[in-house]
Structures are given as structure tokens and as C-alpha cells.
């Protein structure tokens, strides 16, 4: 079995790695012909790859959560963060920092922020009281942030109390909307519209950089007809997206009527259904990621999961390039 550091290059894909000594077979999960390396023109690290809860979770004592600890570093999953090029973060949840030490990432260098949600897990908002003042210097450009209406109340009830004015100014906030386009420092996200939170309108984003395409799906179960309909218009002239990450919180098992997230038979239909609408294609590679202690992600499993379904399976510190 490859280590992970050797790399993997296809078509439209260009390289995945990530630490020595977890190595993965990742041939069926990426396009089946094998080619030439080509330039990098978007790097995505998926910094954090679990649910809510974390794996192992915080306050369990299941077996699942006992396993993960006693095999250490290489089981665990923190809160769902991925970061595009080393500027772009999708999602900040608490474990931010502990990222930014485990895998070597400066978040001074961070520019822009998409929010999908306003759950803790994906957008803890405390933390950006320290971007400035005695806390942060040396600091050349703000923070711009971008979300639903509901984040931006968790932002200003959040820091509300501790906040600087001095501060503040560097954290400008953009409330967005469902298929209205962004458009910052040579990126184009695309809010689409999720299922996932009541009474929230919870946001997935197709994210355009340098002629590659991230199509960014996690929390949702499926994606509703209308995000389905614009991305198949809106990717018509544009070509079918090089990546996209689903949702996985469930892995071997159905979300169910009325769920919030998914498993591999719901990424699987989302997936067929975007292949179907030319949205993604043979060139696309698919992953998995945000998985709950609760349907038990140990290592072994998760593997298996790429294996059956042909996903690429993510991890903490994972890296992709194409």
C-alpha cells in the first residue's frame, strides 16, 4: 500500500497526501485513468473531518470513542474545516486552533471565510475577538466573512461582549443569499441552498478558483431541487466541478425521511444525480468526510466505505490538488 506522502496523479486530479504512516489506497475512489501530473491550481486541506461531536467524542465513553483513543492521533476526527489554498476557509469551527498547530497553518494569512451554517461545530465565533489588539499583530488585510443572516446574529451575539472596537473593523461580515455569487480576491463562491437546519437557511458552496471547481457539501442530506436545478444551469457552459466532499456523518447508513445529514446511499444518489445532470463526471473526484463517533468511523470501516462505494475516503490533514 502507497503512503500517502507518495501522491496520486489523474486527470483533473492531481495529488492527495497526507501523514506519513496512514497510508491508503486511493485508486478507486479517483477517475480510473492514470496520467500525467499538470499544474496546481487549487489546493484544498481538510483540516477537520468529523461531526459535532468530534471522534473520538468528547464527553462518550462508548466503545467506539475508548477504541479511538487507545489507537490514537491516526483515529481522531475534529470538527469539519477545509481550507482552500491556505486563504480560503470553509467553515471555523472550535478546533480552529488546535488545527493551526497540528497541521502547521497560519491563520494570519487567512483572507476569507465561508460560512455554511450557524451551528458551533461550523462557525465558532469567539474566536475572532483575538484577530487584533494585543492578540494579533502584524495582521495586513481583514478578514472577510461570508454567511446566512442567522450567522451574522451568532457573530454579533457571540463577541458581543468582548469584542474591540478596534477589532471589529477588520472582520467585515457579508450576509448572502442562495445562488447569488460572490466574488473576492480572484474566487467565486456560490451559496446553494442546503437541507439542513430548521429554521436556518443552511448554505453548501460551489467554490471557483483558477479554473478548478470545489463543490463543498456538507451539512445537508441530498440537496433540494432548486440547488440542483441552478447548479446544472450555471455549470452548463462552465464544465462539471474537478472535487466535491459529501456529507458522510451516517457512512453505512441511510439518513432517512427528513435527515439533516448523510450516508453513503444518500452521497451515492446525490452523486449519481449530479453525474446525471452533467454537473460532475468521470473527471471528478468524490470524497467523503463529517463523520459522527455514532456510526463507529474507525479507520478500517472508512476504508471499507471507499472501497464498496468508490469515494475517496477523508481524513484529518488530508491534502488534494488539481
Avoid: W
Wanted: with cysteine.
Amino acid at each position: 500500500m502507497r503512503s500517502m506522502t507518495e501522491g496520486l496523479f489523474c486527470p483533473g486530479f492531481d495529488r492527495i497526501e497526507g501523514r506519513k504512516g496512514r497510508g491508503r489506497d486511493l485508486t478507486k475512489a479517483l477517475p480510473a485513468k492514470v496520467g500525467r501530473a499538470r499544474e496546481v491550481f487549487m489546493k484544498l486541506k481538510f483540516l477537520g473531518t468529523g461531526a459535532a461531536e468530534g471522534v473520538p467524542a468528547e464527553f462518550c465513553d462508548c466503545e467506539v470513542c475508548r477504541e479511538a483513543r487507545r489507537r490514537g492521533e491516526r483515529e481522531f476526527r475534529t470538527r469539519s474545516q477545509v481550507l482552500v489554498d491556505g486563504v480560503l476557509s470553509v467553515d471555523f469551527p472550535p478546533d480552529a486552533y488546535c488545527h493551526s498547530l497540528r497541521f502547521g497553518v497560519d491563520f494570519s494569512k487567512l483572507r476569507y471565510l465561508l460560512v455554511t451554517h450557524s451551528h458551533m461545530d461550523h462557525f465558532y465565533a469567539h474566536d475572532f475577538v483575538l484577530r487584533g489588539y494585543k492578540y494579533a499583530r502584524g495582521l495586513s488585510a481583514p478578514l472577510q466573512i461570508y454567511g446566512n443572516g442567522e450567522v451574522k446574529r451568532v457573530f454579533d451575539e457571540c463577541t458581543r461582549r468582548e469584542m474591540r472596537p478596534d477589532v471589529l473593523p477588520g472582520l467585515p461580515f457579508s450576509v448572502v443569499e442562495p445562488f447569488v455569487p460572490v466574488e473576492f480576491g480572484g474566487y467565486r463562491a456560490v451559496p446553494l441552498r442546503a437541507r439542513h437546519a430548521r429554521g436556518e437557511c443552511a448554505l453548501v458552496y460551489l467554490v471557483e478558483g483558477g479554473g478548478r471547481r470545489y463543490l463543498h457539501l456538507t451539512d445537508t442530506c441530498g440537496l433540494p431541487d432548486d440547488s440542483l436545478d441552478f447548479l446544472e444551469r450555471y455549470l452548463a457552459d462552465r464544465g462539471p466541478v474537478d472535487f466535491a466532499a459529501f456529507d458522510c456523518t451516517f457512512l453505512f447508513r441511510a439518513g432517512g425521511p427528513g435527515a439533516r445529514h448523510m450516508g453513503l446511499p444518500d452521497a451515492d444518489a446525490l452523486r449519481a444525480e449530479l453525474f446525471r445532470r452533467g454537473v460532475a463526471d468521470g473527471h471528478t473526484a468524490c470524497a467523503i468526510t463529517h463523520f459522527s463517533h455514532n456510526s463507529a468511523p474507525l479507520s478500517e470501516e472508512v476504508e471499507r466505505a471507499g472501497r464498496e462505494y468508490g469515494f475517496l475516503p477523508a481524513f484529518d490533514g488530508m491534502e488534494a490538488e488539481f
